[in-house]
């Protein structure tokens, strides 16, 4: 059986894969002129510790989170944002991101953290109390915000992102699904990818060049 940072490598590999055709693209513009003045206005910005791909506006995102509220990523613009897609009764990988993401925010002042939203993959698990319970156990109240929702309002948002939870055949309460963090700038465009072996003190590092894009 694949490990799971194995697996969510290979689930997000088709994004990858079209964000370095961009840049390939982006690089071969612009016909025979002196060819530097170009390459370096379409050459992605290096994020610390996340992989930088060519601006792509975030696809959308209409949830409501563990509190009862409705989140709109449009209406986000102007803060930096992470989305992740995870489920609160992960056992393994889950746990690793957010105890990383918890010692990151202790590296970053209160009110220049960037905006976390976990995405639920596990939408029959998946409810206020148990993303209160995970937010608990692992320190990140007030730093994790879970996005709930039904099968079919989280399957939208799973398509638009390229996102394919799967069932572990193996184990049916174990899902597999990609754990890289897509980092939104404040003008709502995907910029980096975080894998889940990050490590917090670039985590921290990268996200305040994100949020100076």
Not at 102 to 107: D, L, M
Not at 166 to 187: C, M, R, S, T
Not at 202 to 212: F, N, Y
Request: glycine share 8%.
């Amino acid at each position: 059986m694949q490990s799971p940072l194995r697996r969510s490598f290979l689930r997000v590999a088709p994004f990858l894969a079209a964000a370095l055709a961009l840049s390939v693209i982006a690089a071969g513009c612009g016909g025979g002129g002196s060819g530097s003045a170009s390459n370096a206005a379409v050459t992605p910005p290096a994020i610390p510790g996340g992989d930088a791909v060519p601006a792509k506006d975030a696809p959308p995102i209409e949830l409501t989170d563990q509190y009862g509220k409705k989140i709109d990523l449009a209406k986000l613009k102007g803060h930096s944002v992470l989305v992740a897609f995870l489920y609160t009764h992960c056992t393994d990988l889950c746990p690793i991101v957010a105890g990383k993401v918890h010692t990151a925010y202790s590296h970053i002042p209160q009110g220049k953290r960037p905006l976390f939203l976990a995405v639920s993959v596990d939408p029959a698990h998946d409810t206020p109390a148990s993303a209160a319970y995970f937010n608990k156990r692992h320190r990140t109240g007030g730093e994790i915000d879970w996005l709930l929702g039904s099968r079919a309002e989280l399957q939208k948002v799973w398509q638009a992102w390229g996102v394919k939870p799967e069932h572990d055949a193996n184990d049916p309460e174990e899902i597999e699904h990609n754990a890289e963090i897509f980092a939104i700038d404040p003008q709502g465009q995907i910029r980096a990818l975080f894998p889940p072996t990050f490590k917090p003190e670039k985590l921290a590092l990268g996200t305040q060049v994100l949020a100076r894009l």
